[in-house]
């Protein structure tokens, strides 16, 4: 079944969080909603920003995204400026893989997500050991097509 460009549905997403494990709750429904509509990360000052109309305090969308996360359904990157950005942590939605690298701009601080891209690391001895099993994770930085023009 393949359904890479669909958006799951209700019924969809409160299966997804009790096949992780977790009760199927109004503020992780309202995440997994709210992410699966994006290509790029979001951290959980703008997941706040976007979800407080649902009336959810700031510690409870930190909790779920920290329980979604711990679950495997969301992924939690660190793009270099100490803050966490969650995303879907699966195959098939908008060509998300579960490993790719992240973009951010230098100017404007956007981040985007590099699904399509692969790169290559070649460790040479005395690196460490994480870089032969493939246990980082690589960001890219430079300017976005908008600072660039
Ligand atoms: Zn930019
Ligand atoms: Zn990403």
Same mark, same amino acid.
């Given at each position: 079944?393949?359904?890479?460009? /669909? +958006?799951?549905? /209700?019924? @969809?997403?409160?299966?997804? !969080?009790?096949?992780?494990?977790?009760?199927?709750?109004?503020?992780?429904?309202?995440?997994?909603?709210? +992410?699966?509509?994006?290509?790029? $990360?979001?951290?959980?000052?703008?997941?706040?920003? @976007?979800?407080?109309?649902?009336?959810?305090?700031?510690?409870? !969308?930190?909790?779920?995204?920290?329980? +979604?996360? @711990?679950?495997?359904?969301?992924?939690?990157?660190?793009?270099?400026?100490?803050?966490?950005?969650? @995303?879907?942590?699966?195959?098939?939605?908008?060509?998300?893989?579960?490993?790719?690298?992240?973009?951010? *701009?230098?100017? *404007?601080?956007?981040?985007?997500? +590099? $699904?399509?891209?692969? !790169?290559? !690391?070649? $460790?040479?001895?005395?690196? $460490?050991?994480?870089?032969?099993?493939?246990?980082?994770?690589?960001?890219?930085?430079?300017? *976005?097509?908008?600072?660039?023009?």
């Amino acid at each position: 079944m393949k359904r890479a460009q /669909l +958006l799951a549905s /209700l019924a @969809e997403i409160r299966a997804q !969080i009790r096949a992780a494990g977790l009760r199927s709750t109004a503020p992780r429904v309202a995440v997994l909603q709210r +992410l699966q509509k994006t290509s790029t $990360p979001v951290s959980h000052a703008d997941l706040f920003t @976007e979800l407080a109309d649902q009336g959810f305090d700031r510690a409870t !969308i930190y909790r779920n995204l920290i329980d +979604l996360t @711990e679950a495997g359904l969301l992924s939690r990157t660190d793009v270099g400026d100490h803050v966490w950005r969650f @995303e879907l942590r699966r195959e098939g939605q908008r060509g998300h893989k579960r490993e790719h690298p992240h973009f951010m *701009c230098t100017d *404007c601080g956007e981040v985007s997500c +590099l $699904p399509g891209v692969s !790169i290559r !690391i070649s $460790p040479v001895q005395g690196a $460490p050991r994480s870089l032969s099993a493939k246990n980082v994770s690589v960001q890219l930085k430079g300017l *976005c097509d908008r600072c660039a023009a």
